[in-house]
């Protein structure tokens, strides 16, 4: 439940904690006016998680339970403040979406803090909070903005006219970017998380090796990538002695093209004047690379967040926790965990 100030006179909140839970990384991370990351710390679970190929709710919840009060003594720490609250204007957290048992641990920690500290707490959808990783690292953000968001879970073309103003213009149609990514990694046989591990070998590769599909590239602003990674699997059936190099740099490579074609295609229907990635595939350097020199060739600027802030991290929260709370919005203290949680 969100509450709308109905003073003309907003509160301000300079300094605001974020929690960070949705899914395999437990962090907190302390952020000056919304712009300004004073502290940041993640703890990764992907070493739990790996010799599954994928996250466990069951473990990653745990994992939560066993690090988030020591994360954010650490930003708390880190940003020169101490556990009593002093300094602390407003927590933020992740309310969804994301594995429920995960961001119950989240959610949990902020209201006990907000509770303790007598702070006003602000609950965040996990995706707005990924639309505010670009803007902690650059002051001048050119608005309208087209920001794809592409992760595990998600790949999103969102229109953002201004701060708050968010309109989804193209979505996957199955699976999400990044899931095609893991999945393709562990048929391969080449590790998890699949993004990463795909890179590393595709260096090796040839990207024009296998011409695998590109499903949807000229049909609109939604996407699919159920199809590409189905043609992948397929094909190393059939050709097991193929190079798995090759495979990997040719499947990326496809990706890639669908993913800046579908970008240039948001910006030119919009008239936006940027473009931004957001999400843990942003760290893709084949995809920062094209959608740079994509967004150069159409003459719009462009938004690359650092690799760190492309991954799950309690600094975007804390910013759009802090912009929610300036436009005079905050959370009751019975607001709950919603897995599927819209932007």
């Known amino acids: 439940m969100t509450t709308v100030y109905r003073d003309a006179a907003k509160p301000s909140f300079p300094l605001v904690l974020g929690i960070e839970t949705s899914c395999d990384e437990t962090a907190a991370a302390v952020v000056k006016d919304g712009r300004k990351m004073i502290s940041s710390v993640v703890s990764s679970q992907i070493r739990l998680h790996e010799d599954f190929g994928g996250v466990v709710p069951e473990i990653a919840s745990r994992s939560h339970l066993e690090s988030v009060i020591y994360v954010v003594k650490k930003a708390l720490s880190d940003a020169g403040l101490t556990d009593t609250g002093e300094g602390i204007d407003a927590v933020a957290v992740t309310n969804g979406p994301g594995l429920i048992g995960a961001l119950l641990v989240g959610l949990s920690t902020a209201k006990a803090l907000a509770m303790a500290w007598n702070k006003p707490f602000i609950a965040v959808n996990h995706l707005e909070g990924h639309l505010y ?19 595990g879970g998600h790949t999103l073309l969102i229109f953002m006219e201004t701060l708050g103003s968010y309109k989804i213009i193209g979505s996957t149609v199955d699976d999400a970017a990044g899931e095609a990514f893991d999945k393709v990694s562990r048929f391969l046989g080449l590790g998890y998380p699949g993004g990463p591990a795909i890179e590393r070998i595709a260096v090796g590769g040839d990207g024009s090796a296998v011409k695998f599909p590109q499903p949807m590239l000229n049909q609109g602003l939604n996407l699919s990538f159920s199809g590409l990674k189905t043609a992948v699997v397929n094909f190393y059936k059939q050709n097991p002695e193929f190079p798995i190099p090759d495979i990997a740099a040719s499947f990326q490579s496809c990706a890639v093209n669908v993913l800046t074609a579908k970008a240039v295609a948001a910006v030119t229907e919009t008239g936006a004047r940027s473009l931004c990635l957001a999400g843990g595939v942003a760290a893709n350097s084949l995809l920062r690379a094209e959608i740079k020199a994509a967004a150069d060739a159409i003459g719009v600027a462009c938004y690359l967040p650092s ?29 709950g965990a919603v897995a599927n949680l819209r932007l």
Not at 133 to 150: H, I, R, S, W, Y
Not at 309 to 329: K, S
């Open 307 to 335: 690799k760190s802030m492309c991954t799950d991290n309690a600094a975007m929260i804390a910013a759009a926790g802090y912009h929610r709370l300036q436009a005079g919005e905050k959370s009751s203290l019975d607001t």
């Open 133 to 151: 990783a670009a803007l902690l690292e650059n002051e001048d953000f050119a608005m309208p903005a087209v920001v794809e968001l592409v992760s």
